[in-house]
């Protein structure tokens, strides 16, 4: 039997960078709206992302 075929990335850095752009935007709109807190917590994630 063959081994099973190794994942690739789905998302490359610049996706996770372009994608952080996006929520920061996103977030200078919208800073007064109560989920705005979801996507501060999901644009640090991202910046972290990025880090690795």
């Known amino acids: 039997m063959?081994?099973?075929?190794?994942?690739?990335?789905v998302l490359s850095n610049e996706d996770f960078?372009?994608?952080q752009e996006a929520v920061l935007f996103w977030l200078r709109a919208n800073e007064?709206?109560?989920?705005?807190v979801k996507f501060s917590h999901l644009y640090h994630r991202l910046g972290s992302a990025v880090r690795r």
């Open 2 to 9: 063959s081994e099973p075929a190794r994942s690739r990335a």
């Open 17 to 19: 960078k372009l994608l």
């Open 32 to 36: 007064d709206k109560p989920e705005s």
